[in-house]
């Protein structure tokens, strides 16, 4: 079956970060139709939003960046520790990929 671009509908974003004029504007010369998400509206886009909201909460808000790659090295140092090491509420209080720590034997192995 066959979509026709009457049928395609685009979620976009209209927050002060994600002004897209350039998506909007092609989303309207291909005959789409835009899926208006209300803002901070956690209920509209739950996950996104919540993601969002933590990240402003414990890095953003926090932290001010002299330089892209000081930007880089302080998101990537949040995105592991969020992903191993911080508690979700969702995951019964776990991380979603805790670190795995193999010890390793430091005396070498002769055969």
């Known amino acids: 079956?066959?979509?026709?671009?009457?049928?395609?509908?685009?979620p976009t974003c209209y927050g002060p970060e994600f002004i897209a004029q350039k998506v909007r504007d092609w989303i309207t010369a291909v005959g789409a139709k835009t899926a208006?998400?209300?803002?901070?509206?956690?209920?509209?886009n739950g996950y996104c939003e919540s993601f969002n909201a933590r990240f402003r909460d414990e890095l953003l808000n926090g932290e001010?960046?002299?330089?892209?790659?000081?930007?880089?090295?302080?998101?990537?140092?949040w995105r592991v520790h969020y992903n191993t090491v911080r508690p979700h509420s969702?995951?019964?209080?776990?991380?979603p990929a805790p670190e795995s720590i193999v010890p390793m034997d430091q005396r070498?192995?002769?055969h």
């Open 36 to 44: 208006y998400i209300e803002p901070g509206s956690p209920w509209e």
């Open 64 to 77: 001010l960046f002299y330089t892209l790659r000081e930007a880089q090295i302080l998101i990537e140092q």
């Open 108 to 110: 070498p192995t002769m």
């Open 90 to 95: 969702a995951l019964g209080y776990r991380p």
């Open 1 to 10: 079956m066959a979509i026709t671009s009457q049928q395609l509908f685009f």
